[in-house]
């Protein structure tokens, strides 16, 4: 397997770059997950860096992926080799590997400023399908005007956690299209708030593993609180296979979801993030249809897709595509886990 040779010794600031929030959560961690299955990340830096380094990689689900040294080895035919403040795209490190050859990157931070603009551009091109153009821009205006305020970013996630959980209620507690309508908006206004909490860290230099973890633990509080939500509406109102596709989609989120906190108890990496790793594009039908999946799988297409089911009365339709995608992502978890323990054997 190739290498990719990333030089990270640069102090940007008054932090080294590898722990910093270029990309959500890092960028060293999208790199492992971009090139996963296709080269090892080997990352150069500093040995008083290099503990803290593993541990949020090791949260990411990416340890097994990236080899944390002092200094890089010698390139070998094949390996490719860059400093971590050349930025890349992620996706495109795969087709670089491919060719043999790193093309210009798409930013170079060289000073605290290129951080955030950095960020920017990979959010731009390879991160977000719809929160990109609803959601980030009003998300870094938003984290400007908190950021001289007393309010904290853990407060701000609170309030996203709020808006969603208020979100599944809405369509209950006011009738019609109304309470629909209401039930969409908030789910809006909790992705915009689970934006603005990770600028308005990153803006004060506060980004830590337990903002990160926080953050984590109530994006999954908000799906499963609006997948509880539809699935009584679907009960209340669909079909009798919509409560078959609701069942199944609370059960495999319930298992996917417990596998994903178990394996970081476990430091044994994210199953569920390997199984949903970066896609090999394929022509065809069946290219389309990794495609679509991969992007289902994006935090805010799930909470889109679920707010406009609420808007337009189709969370039975919702619920059967989301039955059908946790169905598939169950199965590559059980073949990531057996294909671990064959090899184990």
């Not at 087709?95 to 790193?102: D, M, Q, S, V």
Request: aromatic share 10%.
């Amino acid at each position: 397997m190739r290498n990719l040779l990333i030089s990270a010794q640069a102090e940007i600031g008054s932090a080294p770059l590898a722990l910093q929030s270029v990309y959500y959560p890092s960028l060293l961690g999208a790199y492992a997950r971009a090139v996963r299955g296709r080269a090892k990340l080997v990352v150069a830096v500093a040995a008083r860096y290099a503990a803290e380094l593993r541990a949020r990689l090791s949260d990411e689900g990416c340890a097994e992926d990236v080899t944390v040294v002092d200094a890089l080895p010698v390139a070998a035919e094949g390996d490719l080799r860059f400093d971590l403040g050349d930025v890349y795209i992620p996706g495109t490190l795969r087709a670089a590997l491919a060719r043999g050859k790193l093309e210009a990157p798409v930013w170079v931070i060289r000073e605290p400023a290129d951080v955030a603009r950095a960020a920017a551009t990979l959010e731009r091109h390879d991160m977000y399908v719809v929160a990109r153009y609803l959601v980030i821009p009003v998300a870094r205006w938003l984290a400007g005007v908190l950021k001289p305020t007393r309010i904290s970013p853990n407060t701000v996630t609170a309030w996203s956690c709020l808006c969603g959980v208020a979100a599944a209620g809405a369509p209950f507690i006011v009738a019609g299209f109304t309470g629909r309508a209401l039930a969409a908006l908030l789910v809006h206004l909790s992705v915009t708030l689970d934006f603005t909490d990770g600028y308005l860290a990153r803006l004060r230099a506060t980004d830590s593993r337990t903002g990160y973890w926080f953050d984590t633990m109530m994006d999954e509080v908000v799906k499963f609180s609006l997948f509880i939500g539809m699935s009584a509406l679907a009960i209340r109102g669909g079909p009798e296979w919509a409560t078959a596709a609701a069942v199944l989609v609370l059960l495999l989120y319930h298992v996917l979801t417990s596998n994903h906190w178990l394996s970081k108890s476990l430091e044994q990496g994210d199953v569920t993030a390997s199984a949903a790793s970066a896609p090999v594009w394929r022509p065809g039908l069946l290219g389309v249809a990794r495609r679509a999946y991969e992007r289902l799988n994006y935090l805010d297409v799930h909470l889109y897709l679920c707010a406009l089911a609420l808007l337009l009365s189709a969370e039975v339709w919702a619920l059967l595509l989301f039955a059908i995608v946790y169905t598939f992502r169950f199965v590559r978890m059980l073949q990531v886990r057996l294909g671990g323990q064959t090899t184990a054997t």
